[in-house]
């Protein structure tokens, strides 16, 4: 069938797209490499005109030009699932934007139950004969996305990267309001996180935690990199992936014959992921590469899902953990970081695995502004800090001092263990810390 007739009666230029929007709109602007560039653009010159418009998007690594006009959230306020880079500044900063508590595999339900979207604007690659356009490499939940908004505009760029999907991962001209074309406009890149020694140190210990035949999740940061470095010079074979985030790790693992997915117990052969993001290189492999499998962020982050795969192994950042075994990786007290995004899914669905393990990384210390060195391991969060993961769902903890597993120990048994991975100038008051809080025992090693 032609679908010519019925995409150029569709087709309107970025700026009439940007008109569509008035005040006190709900709009979606996109997700992590997939926010929208030329719309965006066109809607931030309509800002003295409109107010009241919330904005929903997130993983922003350049900072949407919305953000930039508006600031103070007078006309346009950013609603953010996930925090990147300019979001975190913008939250921090107070009212031109917030964050949205969530579990990612819940996001595509939020959308379809809880959220109401006036104009969503979704990248995706150019039409196909078939009248569909993929959304590239952000699957993860636009489909939800677009079912519930009023008017549907598909961004179209032809730089985006084709992805292969397992469902929900392209739409259909008939339920495109407006299409605009926008180009060929480069996905933004995921500036690369190094990693020191003590990542290296942190990622060692963690390898020797992996299987032969092992499914792999990294969260992002410079532990989890780490961690994928040393996999891809590693003696280890037929790994699999399935991950909310495909990064550039898999592809260097890949590329080492390190990946295969032979031995998944679901998805055999297929690298899973809900959306990607990195270097130029990764969104290069990604194209229409048969192997690499994009789903919706309910199916990759589910706990049940993540259960059917056996040797499941998880690895995920976080900023702080407390002698109880709680996990805080989204806030520092009152000052945002990022986001919940999958880690609790994580933590739950790895340890119902056959042979799962959820491991959560963190060096032991950190150097704050005033350049004094802070633990990370702490008898309780300042206040305001979000706990991530509950302490019933931890299982595993490391830093550059070892690696523990909380589950089944009780309260003292996790704040020795903790207080062991602490670095030693911090054990002599944490120790005292949890005498004071009731959780040390006196046969407890001192």
Known sequence: MDYSKKYSEKLISAKEAA?????????????????????????????????????????????PEVLKVDPEGKHFVWNSWHAGGPERKAINAGAGAFYIPLRYSELPKYYREEVEIDVAIVMTTPMDKHGY????????????????????????????????????????????????????????????????????????FIVDEIPNGATLQLGIGGMP????????????????????????????????????GSKKTIDKYRQVYAFAAGSKELYEYLD????????????????????????????????????????????????????????????????????????????STFTNKQGETVSRILPNFATGSAITVARPNTHMICTEYGIFNVKGRSTWERAEGLINLAHPDFRDELIKNAEEMGIWRRSNKR
């Open 19 to 63: 008109a569509k929007v008035k005040s006190g709109d709900r709009v979606e602007l996109g997700w992590a490499a997939g926010v929208s560039q030329a719309v965006d653009k066109e809607l931030a010159k309509r800002v003295d005109e409109l107010q009241d418009v919330l904005i929903y998007g997130g993983l922003a690594f350049a900072a």
């Open 133 to 204: 356009f993929n959304f590239g490499l952000n699957t993860s939940h636009q489909m939800a996305i677009l079912e519930k908004a009023k008017t549907v505009i598909v961004e179209v760029n032809e730089a985006f990267p084709y992805c292969p999907g397992k469902c929900e991962s392209e739409i259909h001209i008939d339920n495109v309001d407006y299409i605009v074309e926008a180009g060929s406009l480069s996905p933004v890149e995921l500036p690369a996180s190094g990693y020191g020694d003590v990542d290296k140190k942190v990622a060692e």
């Open 225 to 260: 990199n780490a961690v994928g470095a040393l996999i891809a010079d590693s003696d280890l074979k037929d790994l699999g992936v399935h991950s909310e985030m495909y990064v550039d790790s898999f592809v260097d693992m890949a590329k080492k014959g390190k990946v295969n």
């Open 288 to 363: 229409e590469n048969p192997e690499c499998m994009a789903a919706p962020v309910d199916y990759t982050n589910s706990a049940g899902v993540v259960a059917e795969i056996d040797n499941f192994i998880s690895i995920n950042n976080a900023l702080n953990v407390d002698l109880w075994g709680q996990v805080s990786s989204e806030s520092t007290g009152l000052r945002h970081i990022s986001g919940a995004g999958g880690q609790l899914d994580f933590a739950l669905g790895a340890y119902l695995a056959k042979g799962g393990k959820s491991i959560i990384c963190l060096s």
